[in-house]
């Protein structure tokens, strides 16, 4: 099996860049956060407090993305993760250059982006299979397990490291913007694929209903529970 393969395929190729480049962009905007709330002055307390929203975000966007994702094109749910990132990445890097950000700005775009990026894996991870025959699954997951720190913790930090250290905190910002940029043209190169007979299935119940059933299934499952905790209080941790 040629690990390979499946970057042959067009349109997966386009979500691959896609998915690159906002694992690129989430491990960047952590980095960038902290030194450009060490160029406001910030006491470690405040650090801990503007950076400690990315986590905040993404454990609050966890269940409502899934429900989110049985309902809406997943294509959709991908261009508007997107949009939204890069709006915030350009909006709070611009507030930075012309000086009029704010540590409730950085905290509020760390919540965001957080936010927002919990919606984008559920619709990545459902488009996969619909765009890779299933034989070339497991090249797929390869190709992401490989990415995700390669590019997310290695990769992102040191380039916007490097761009922050030989200018300032708001150019890593736009280099963020950028790359949130690109990330947009190839979503909206992917086709938008028929609803699956899950989300068909899905607009007949409730939201509501299906939010509270994952809380409670999570609640109900130990060895979920379990990881859904430990990933909690590691992401919080981290970040």
């Given at each position: 099996?040629?690990?390979?393969?499946?970057?042959?395929?067009?349109?997966y190729?386009?979500?691959?860049?896609?998915?690159?480049?906002?694992?690129?962009?989430?491990?960047?905007?952590?980095?960038?956060?902290?030194?450009?709330?060490?160029?406001?002055?910030?006491?470690?307390?405040?650090?801990?407090?503007?950076?400690?929203?990315?986590g905040?975000?993404?454990?609050?966007?966890?269940?409502?993305?899934?429900?989110?994702?049985?309902?809406?094109?997943?294509?959709?749910?991908?261009?508007?993760?997107?949009?939204?990132?890069?709006?915030?990445?350009?909006?709070?890097?611009?507030?930075a250059?012309?000086?009029?950000?704010r540590?409730?700005?950085l905290?509020?775009?760390?919540?965001?982006?957080?936010?927002?990026?919990?919606?984008?894996?559920?619709?990545?991870?459902?488009?996969?299979?619909?765009?890779?025959?299933?034989?070339?699954?497991?090249?797929?997951?390869?190709?992401?397990?490989?990415?995700?720190?390669?590019?997310?913790?290695?990769?992102?930090?040191?380039?916007?490291?490097?761009?922050?250290?030989?200018?300032?905190?708001?150019?890593?910002?736009?280099?963020?913007?950028?790359?949130?940029?690109?990330?947009?043209?190839?979503?909206?190169?992917?086709?938008?694929?028929?609803?699956?007979?899950?989300?068909?299935?899905?607009?007949?119940?409730?939201?509501?209903?299906?939010?509270?059933?994952?809380?409670?299934?999570?609640?109900?499952?130990?060895?979920?529970?379990?990881?859904?905790?430990?990933?909690?209080?590691?992401?919080?941790?981290?970040?």
């Open positions: 099996m040629n690990p390979l393969r499946p970057l042959t395929i067009p349109a190729r386009s979500l691959f860049v896609a998915m690159v480049l906002a694992i690129f962009a989430q491990g960047a905007w952590a980095l960038y956060l902290a030194m450009q709330t060490l160029d406001l002055g910030a006491t470690p307390a405040t650090l801990a407090s503007v950076v400690a929203w990315s905040i975000g993404l454990l609050a966007g966890s269940l409502p993305a899934g429900v989110v994702a049985d309902r809406l094109h997943h294509r959709t749910i991908l261009v508007g993760v997107l949009t939204l990132n890069l709006t915030v990445a350009t909006v709070t890097s611009t507030a250059t012309t000086g009029t950000v540590f409730w700005m905290g509020l775009s760390a919540f965001i982006i957080g936010a927002s990026t919990a919606f984008f894996f559920p619709a990545y991870t459902a488009l996969v299979p619909v765009l890779v025959a299933a034989d070339d699954l497991m090249a797929v997951n390869g190709l992401e397990g490989a990415t995700r720190p390669i590019v997310g913790q290695a990769l992102a930090p040191a380039v916007v490291g490097a761009v922050i250290g030989a200018t300032l905190p708001a150019a890593g910002g736009y280099v963020i913007a950028a790359a949130l940029g690109i990330a947009l043209v190839a979503a909206l190169r992917l086709p938008q694929p028929a609803p699956t007979a899950t989300q068909a299935g899905s607009l007949a119940t409730s939201p509501i209903r299906d939010l509270l059933d994952g809380f409670g299934y999570v609640a109900r499952t130990r060895w979920i529970r379990t990881s859904v905790l430990f990933a909690a209080f590691m992401g919080l941790a981290v970040t």
